[in-house]
C-alpha cells in the first residue's frame, strides 16, 4: 500500500502565515543559538520562531549547520550559547518535556536491524510513553499513513532505503507530537514515492507544525510557504518563497530572440528606459535568429517599449519573455554570495 494522498488544494490554499509569528503562538523560539566546535563555529548567533501549523522549510549547503541546528532543537546537542524553547518548553533546562513535543526524523535513520518493523515501531512506541491501546492504534495509524503495511511483517534489515525512511518517518510520528522535524525525508525514495510524501506532508500540516530540510527545493516550493535560508552558519533569508523569488536578481531579467545585426540591437535595447544591460548570449543564436539576456532596473517591465522597438525597426520577434526566478536560483545566489 502506497502512502495515503491528500488533495493538494486543500494545502495550497490556506494563506501563508506571517513572517514573525504573534508570540502566543509560537512553537519554536530560537534566540542566539550558537554552536562551536574545536577549530570551528557551525551555528553563528542564529535567531527564528516558526508558529503553530506552520510548515518552513530550513535550508542550507553541505556544512552550513542546519543539521546542527536541528539535532540543539531536538536535545541531541548541547548549545555553546544562546537559547531553544518548542512550545514553551526550554530545550536544555527542561529537556524531557521539549522532546515529547517533538518527532524527529534525522537524515541517516538510526533503526534495529533486527526486530520486525511492528516490533520497532511498538518498542519505539513504549520508549515514547505510549501503553497497551495507545501503542496498537497509533502504531496501526503511522503503519497506514507511511504505506507500511505490506512490509510490516518483514525484518528491517531487509527493507529497501526507501521503506527504511518510511520507517523513520512512522517512529517520528507514532507518539503524535505537536512538532515534526524532517531532515531529508525523501532520501532514498524514487519520483512517485516522493510525491506522495509531498502529500502526506501536506496532510500531516493540518495537525502539526513541521520544520523540514532537503536539497529537493522544488518540493520546498510547493509544500512549505516559508524558507529560512542558513549559509556559513547564519540566517541569510527568512520570508514567503514568493517574496524571496521576487527580490532575486533573477527575477530582473528578460529573454528576447530576435533576428537583426547584434550590435544595433544591444544599443537600442539599452537606450530603453529601465534596461540597465543587454547581451547577446553565446551561442544562442540559429538561422539568423539570435538571443538577448535584458537585465533591468528594479521594478521595470520595458516589454511593451520593446516590442514597439521591433515592430518599429521591422524586426522579426520570436520571443519576449520576462525569466521567473526559482527558489533555487535564490538559494544559488545567496549561498554563492561570499
Not at 531553544?84 to 534495529?112: C, Q
Not at 524571496?244 to 545585426?261: F, N, Q, Y
Not at 525597426?313 to 520571443?319: F, I, N, S, T
Request: hydrophobic share 35%; charged share 25%.
Amino acid at each position: 500500500m502506497g502512502l495515503v494522498n491528500s488533495p493538494a488544494s486543500a494545502y495550497e490554499t490556506r494563506p501563508p502565515r506571517p513572517v514573525s509569528p504573534d508570540p502566543l503562538s509560537v512553537m519554536i523560539e530560537v534566540s542566539h543559538l550558537t554552536k562551536r566546535f574545536v577549530g570551528r563555529t557551525a551555528v553563528d548567533d542564529v535567531s527564528f520562531e516558526v508558529g503553530r501549523g506552520e510548515v518552513v522549510g530550513f535550508l542550507g549547503p553541505n556544512g552550513a549547520g542546519k543539521s546542527t541546528t536541528m539535532r540543539m532543537l531536538t536535545g541531541y546537542l548541547p548549545a555553546t550559547l544562546g537559547s531553544a524553547r518548542v512550545n514553551g518548553h526550554d530545550v536544555f533546562s527542561d529537556s524531557i518535556r521539549a522532546r515529547r513535543e517533538i518527532g524527529y526524523m534525522p537524515e541517516s535513520v538510526p533503526l534495529y536491524d533486527d526486530m520486525r518493523v511492528s516490533e520497532y515501531l511498538d518498542f519505539r512506541a513504549a520508549l515514547k510513553g505510549l501503553r497497551g491501546r495507545a501503542i496498537r492504534e497509533n502504531v496501526g495509524r503511522v503503519t497506514e499513513l507511511t504505506g507500511l503495511r505490506d512490509v510490516q511483517r518483514k525484518i528491517v534489515g531487509s527493507l529497501s532505503k526507501g521503506y527504511r525512511q518510511r520507517l523513520g518517518l512512522a517512529d517520528a510520528l507514532v507518539h503524535r507530537p505537536r512538532l515534526l522535524i524532517l531532515d531529508e525525508p525523501t532520501n532514498g525514495l524514487d519520483p512517485n514515492q516522493i510525491r506522495q510524501v509531498r502529500s502526506l506532508i501536506a496532510q500531516l500540516s493540518t495537525e502539526h507544525t513541521i520544520l523540514l530540510s532537503t536539497h529537493i527545493l522544488s518540493e520546498v516550493e510547493m509544500v512549505c510557504r516559508r524558507v529560512i535560508i542558513i549559509h556559513k552558519g547564519r540566517i541569510r533569508a527568512d520570508d514567503t518563497p514568493e517574496n524571496l523569488a521576487r527580490s532575486s536578481r533573477s527575477a530582473g531579467i528578460l529573454t528576447v530572440e530576435l533576428k537583426a545585426p547584434t550590435e544595433e540591437v544591444i544599443d537600442s535595447l539599452q537606450a530603453i528606459q529601465g534596461i540597465r544591460r543587454a547581451a547577446a548570449i553565446p551561442s544562442a543564436g540559429s538561422s539568423g535568429w539570435t538571443q538577448f539576456e535584458v537585465r533591468l532596473d528594479t521594478g521595470a517591465d520595458p516589454r511593451e517599449e520593446i516590442a514597439t522597438l521591433t515592430r518599429d525597426r521591422h524586426w522579426p520577434l520570436r520571443e519576449l519573455r520576462a525569466n521567473q526566478a526559482t527558489l533555487e536560483d535564490v538559494f544559488v545566489e545567496i549561498t554563492q554570495r561570499d
